[in-house]
């Protein structure tokens, strides 16, 4: 599915871990129909150490903010929020190391 920003979109994203939002997914079928988008990104994401999530996995919140910020085209619109998320796992990460 190609997305442009002249278009109307509505997006279902699934907050848990991979294994319960995958659950999730399975159960209902009404979500199995509904076109699906995949993210790729050049980087890991910094949360994918606190979670052993899937390799380039990311967090809803990232999620969330690339979809948004690639479909605008204003990622930069996102920075400061994802700036701050990666203080907070900088953060988590202090306690757990």
Not at 36 to 42: A, F, G, K, V, W
Not at 44 to 60: A, C, H, V, W
């Amino acid at each position: 599915m190609k997305i442009t920003a002249s278009k109307k979109y509505h997006f279902i994203f699934i907050d848990g871990t991979w294994k319960k939002a995958y659950k999730i997914f399975k159960l209902n079928s009404f979500l199995q129909t509904i076109p699906s988008i995949t993210i790729r990104l050049e980087q890991l994401s910094p949360y994918s150490d606190i979670r052993k999530q899937k390799e380039f996995g990311l967090s809803s919140l990232e999620a969330i903010c690339e979809t948004l910020g690639t479909l605008e085209n204003k990622k930069s619109l996102y920075e400061p929020l994802l700036l701050n998320f990666n203080e907070f796992i900088k953060k988590l990460k202090s306690f757990t190391h």
